[in-house]
Every structure is written in structure tokens, then in C-alpha cells.
């Protein structure tokens, strides 16, 4: 069993209805979000799994987690999901995953609650910033002002590289404009995805963001996407998943292109650990071999990150990977229909609508919805003739 640390805590019960439990909650995941990411995992401890019961585990669903902890925080800061592990007994393990926050995460308001013999305790206090030091969380600290602070500067510094790189390319005859950064300056899909392989040539950032994928993908009647491109889009969405079905639809996404965009996960210096595994270990389920799938399964479980580790442990075969997926967009509805009703052209249409509604105006939900249809989708067209 992982021991606990800086982005893994084990918590064997969850007092739902407990205020000071309910606090030191929103306080761990504040702290793990500001230090990288990390799980906790209710219903175990480091000796026994005994489980939660069903009505404390469906309280822990990450929506609702993630409303009470921006009661505390600026709305949006703090990303979760969640996993539900129901035992033979009947019980439940709960996994909370929190993803790095790309800036600070600053308490708004103090957590506080009413203690009858000690009187007004509290768990953190408005203006603070938490942060894990090994298993414990505690305050912002020299050293860790320092690591922000680097590696804010390092950043900056990528994006000056990037830019120079981008000059020298153009070569002394041709006129450079330089423009404020984001999706606008990019003239066409085709300049976003060129400039991404050309700082991965050079060792440099290149993962596209949530937005860029789905900026593409609204837009992908544009595209003329080369193989290289296309493992892009796909190693890409693999930290960033909504859209990442629908590139696989492509034909010439086969074990051997999906194979290349997973090896690199296990080495990746990207801060989104828990999407980047729960996808690869899945994607590993529908398309690799059982070599190429152990191989990767080894590196992710020899992994400093517990996000690999915890997800290389839930690796299945084809089978039952696709029993999951089945299973979850039979759950899944867009108004009045299961996703299962619809036709190929009505989910991509309806994709394409949740998409550029998201890209106008992000949500919590959304995604997800997107991501569901896109997995209907290929389901349709695309698994079928992996049974051949």
C-alpha cells in the first residue's frame, strides 16, 4: 500500500455531517492543490480497507466537495474528481483527487466552527496559504515562496525562448509581429499546432491546453492534422480528456500512434497527474498489446507520482474496460435521451454544440458532458472494429 505523504493521505472514516471534519477536508485539498496535486483516499488506513458506508461515500462526490470549498476560496481554484470503489461488503473506498492549481490558492474566508467546552475553533483563517510539507499540512514557507517564485520565472523564461526560437525560424527577411499571447493571435489551427511541434523539437512546453483542444475541435472542419499532429492532439488531451475520444476516431490513431503518446506520460514534468493517468491506463486497456501495456503498467507503478501508481493498480483488460465505458455513457443523458439512443450525427452534433458553448463560458459540468458523448461516439464507429 502507497504510504501517505505530500500528495497521498489516507483517511479511514468522513464524519459528513461534522463541521470540523468537513473543514480539515477543504483545508488537506487547498494544501494538495497548491503543492502539485494529490488523493486522498477514505474507507483505509495503512494496515485495513474497511470501507465507508454508501451514504457517507455519495457525500463525498467531488461536485459537492467542490462547492464547499469554494465557500472558502475564489470560485473555480480548486479541481477535483472522485472514484467509488464499492467492496464485497458492501461498503465503499472514496479517492478525491485534487489537481495542481496553476496559481496560489488564498483562503477568502476563515474556516471556523463552534466547539462546546473550547468555544470558536479554527481550521485555517481568511488571507492564508497551506501548502504540504510530507504528510502534513501547514503554512507557505520561505522555501516554498522561493519554488513558486522559480517556478513562475521559468516559465516566463520558456515562453521568452519560444518566442526567440520562433524569430530565428522566421529568418532576417521576413516581418515578425509580436502580439499579446492566447488562442486570438494564432490565425488558424494549423499555426497552433505547427508552433507546438516546434517547441517540442526544441525541449520545450508543448502540451496543448484544455481551451486550445477545444478550440480545434470547434474548429476542426479546419484541420488538415498529419500523424505528427495528430499524436499531439491525442498526447495532449490525454491530460486534458473532454475531446480526447474524438481523435481517436481518426483512422490512423492505431496501438502504434496511441502506443508513442503513452510512453511519454510516465516521464512527463506536466502538472495534471490525475487526468494524464486515468486516461493512459484506459486508453493502455482498448489499444496497446499485452506487452506494450505490462511495459508501460511497470513504469507508472515505479512512478514518484501516486496518481500514476494508484492508476496503474486499476489497469483491466479490453474486455471490461469497455464494460466501464459502456457503462458510463449508459448513465449518461443530453436533455430527454440517453446517449445510447442517439445517432453518430446526432452526437456530433450535439458535441459540437456542448464545445462551443464551453469555450464561451467555462463550467464544471460540461466537459464531462462532452467527454461522455465523444466516448458514445466512438463506441459506435471506432470500437467495433477493434474486435476484428
Known amino acids: ?11 479511514r472514516e468522513f464524519e459528513a455531517d461534522n463541521p470540523r471534519s468537513k473543514l480539515g477536508l477543504v483545508k488537506d485539498l487547498v494544501a ?14 495503512e494496515t485495513s480497507a474497511p470501507g465507508l458506508d454508501l451514504s457517507s461515500a455519495e457525500r ?3 461536485a459537492r466537495i467542490a462547492d464547499l470549498v469554494e465557500k472558502y476560496t475564489e470560485k473555480g481554484c480548486v479541481s477535483l474528481s472522485h472514484e467509488i470503489e464499492v467492496l464485497p461488503s458492501g461498503k465503499a473506498i472514496v479517492v478525491l483527487s485534487v489537481d495542481s492549481a496553476p496559481y496560489p490558492v488564498v483562503f477568502q474566508k476563515d474556516g471556523d466552527w463552534p466547539d462546546r ?16 510539507h510530507s504528510s502534513k499540512t501547514e503554512r507557505l514557507s520561505q522555501q516554498d515562496m522561493r519554488s513558486f517564485l522559480n517556478d513562475a520565472y521559468e516559465k516566463g523564461i520558456n515562453r521568452v525562448l519560444a518566442a526567440a526560437q520562433v524569430v530565428r525560424e522566421a529568418g532576417p527577411s521576413t516581418s515578425v509581429e509580436i502580439r499579446p499571447g492566447g488562442p486570438d493571435t494564432i490565425r488558424s489551427p494549423g499555426d497552433l499546432l505547427s508552433l507546438a511541434l516546434s517547441r517540442r523539437a526544441h525541449g520545450l512546453p508543448y502540451l496543448l491546453s484544455g481551451r486550445e483542444l477545444l478550440w480545434l475541435f470547434v474548429r476542426k472542419h479546419e484541420l488538415g492534422l498529419s500523424e505528427d499532429h495528430l499524436e499531439l492532439v491525442i498526447e495532449s488531451a490525454l491530460r486534458r480528456p473532454p475531446t ?3 481523435w481517436l476516431l481518426d483512422r490512423r490513431a492505431d496501438s502504434l500512434l496511441v502506443n508513442r503518446a503513452l510512453s511519454r506520460v510516465p516521464d512527463s514534468e506536466d502538472r495534471d497527474k490525475s487526468d494524464a493517468a486515468a486516461s493512459a491506463v484506459e486508453l493502455a486497456s482498448l489499444y496497446l498489446n499485452e506487452q506494450d501495456a505490462d511495459g508501460l503498467m511497470a513504469r507508472l507503478k515505479r512512478s514518484k507520482y501516486s496518481h500514476f501508481r494508484s492508476a496503474a493498480r486499476k489497469y483491466v483488460d479490453r474486455e471490461r474496460a469497455v464494460k466501464r465505458l459502456e457503462s ?23 458535441s459540437e454544440t456542448v464545445a462551443s458553448q464551453e469555450l464561451r463560458s467555462a463550467t464544471r459540468g460540461r466537459p ?12 459506435k464507429r471506432v470500437y467495433p472494429s477493434l474486435q476484428e
Open 1 to 11: 500500500m502507497t504510504a501517505e505523504g505530500k500528495d497521498y493521505e489516507l483517511k
Open 328 to 350: 458510463r455513457v449508459g448513465k449518461a443523458v443530453i436533455g430527454d435521451h440517453s446517449l445510447e439512443t442517439l445517432t453518430d450525427q446526432e452526437l456530433e452534433a450535439v
Open 244 to 246: 480526447l475520444y474524438w
Open 117 to 132: 467546552q473550547k468555544g470558536e475553533q479554527l481550521a485555517f483563517r481568511s488571507g492564508e496559504v497551506l501548502m504540504r
Open 60 to 62: 463525498l462526490d467531488s
Open 368 to 379: 464531462r458532458k462532452l467527454g461522455d458523448i465523444l466516448r458514445a461516439l466512438w463506441l
Open 32 to 45: 494538495m492543490a497548491n503543492s502539485g496535486g494529490g488523493q486522498i483516499v477514505f474507507g483505509r488506513d
